[in-house]
Each structure stands twice: as structure tokens, then as C-alpha cells.
T-cell receptor
């Protein structure tokens, strides 16, 4: 949807290793977001970006960092993965502040 | 800060029966409201939205939601559900001033059985 590709789609990693998830969009949307989805919590915002090199923290940003060097790419890095970061991660984009979000299909991350 | 409450985590219903999924929000200022649907192993898709104007909004597949400012609610309804409506539904809210983050509820799983 809206040309959003998340990679990888599935990943299993060990505790303590760094992990980078990639979100690539082809719609030239200004705003990009990373959410995590967990049962009973819905979607919670990790980080977001309102332009190239402009990023900010969401409500559950501890243990995560992001980078946006190009409009089309938004990277999420788990600096040292923990089991509590096992989740499904969704990238989303938005044209403007009052437009709906467009979501990718998610990345299922398992930290063992 | 704004927040969203979806009281029902799961709603079972028979095919062709009506359904209402409840959403209440909390905000001290005006908001935009959204309903998203998530089918298994997929991302969320926009179902409908309220930005301004008519308080009753409709989707192309028969869902509707009504913005009720006095009750701070945005309940989702459908008069007759299909098996294919089985999915998880998320209500979301953002403030309508400047750049604002979208805050999601915890979701309601709609289970339609024959």
C-alpha cells in the first residue's frame, strides 16, 4: 500500500545483537513512523520523522534509534536486542499532518 | 495528551447481524478520528476518517462511524456483517493542530461466524 516496503519480513536474532529494520517508500511522503504492535497494547509509536534528518522520539523509544538520510528510507535500529523487543514492527507514512497513515506489511522480529 | 479507549477486545457476531465497535477518546482540544482495519498478516488499512463537517462518515464497504463530541465517542457500526469482515479494528486519534502523532487504541477483534 502506498509503495511501502519493509525488510526483512521476518527475522530471528539473539539477545544482545544489533538489528536494523528498513522501510522504503516510493510516494515521496514527508512523514514516516515506526510502530510496534503487541497483544493488548495496540500500536505504540517508537520514533517518527518529519523530514530528512529530522526525527523525534515516540512513547516507547528506549533501546531504539532511527535514521533518515533520504526521503524514501527510514531505518530502525535495535542497538542491543532484548527479548522484550520481540514484536511486529510497522512502518507508516503520511502526506501531511491531517492525512491518514499508510502502512507497510510489517516485520515480525523474534529475539531469542 | 490524547488517548483512545476500545473497551471490547473481542466481539463475536453471526453473519448478517449488526455490529457496533466502541471507541472513546480523551482530548482537551479538537481532534481528527480514524478507524483502521487489519487483516491477518497484513498492515493496517484506513477504513474511514473524521476530519470536520458531517459527524457521520461512511466507508465503501458498508461501515459507518459517528463523531459524538459530547460523549467523546467515535463508534463503528455495520448493519449486516459478512464473514470477510473478520479482522482487527483500531480506532485512532490525533490533535487537529499542526503536526501531531496518531495515537491508537488497543484494537477490537471482530469474529464473524456463519
Amino acid at each position: 500500500d502506498a509503495g511501502i516496503t519493509q525488510s526483512p519480513r521476518h527475522k530471528v536474532t539473539e539477545t544482545g545483537t544489533p538489528v536494523t529494520l528498513r522501510c522504503h517508500q516510493t510516494e515521496n511522503h514527508r512523514y514516516m513512523y515506526w510502530y510496534r504492535q503487541d497483544p493488548g497494547h495496540g500500536l505504540r509509536l517508537i520514533h517518527y520523522s518529519y523530514g530528512v534528518k529530522d526525527t523525534d522520539k515516540g512513547e516507547v523509544s528506549d533501546g531504539y534509534s532511527v535514521s533518515r538520510s533520504k526521503t524514501e528510507d527510514f531505518l530502525l535500529t535495535l542497538e542491543s536486542a532484548t527479548s522484550s523487543q520481540t514484536s511486529v514492527y510497522f512502518c507508516a507514512t503520511r502526506v501531511s499532518y491531517n492525512s491518514p497513515l499508510h502502512f507497510g506489511n510489517g516485520t515480525r522480529l523474534t529475539v531469542t | 495528551a490524547q488517548s483512545v479507549t476500545q473497551l471490547d477486545s473481542q466481539v463475536p457476531v453471526f453473519e448478517e447481524a449488526p455490529v457496533e465497535l466502541r471507541c472513546n477518546y480523551s482530548s482537551s482540544v479538537s481532534v481528527y478520528l480514524f478507524w483502521y482495519v487489519q487483516y491477518p498478516n497484513q498492515g493496517l488499512q484506513l477504513l474511514l476518517k473524521y476530519l470536520s463537517g458531517s459527524t457521520l462518515v461512511e466507508s465503501i464497504n458498508g461501515f459507518e462511524a459517528e463523531f459524538n463530541k459530547s460523549q467523546t465517542s467515535f463508534h463503528l457500526r455495520k448493519p449486516s456483517v459478512h464473514i470477510s469482515d473478520t479482522a482487527e479494528y483500531f480506532c485512532a486519534v490525533s490533535l487537529n493542530t499542526g503536526f501531531q502523532k496518531l495515537v491508537f487504541g488497543t484494537g477490537t477483534r471482530l469474529l464473524v461466524s456463519p
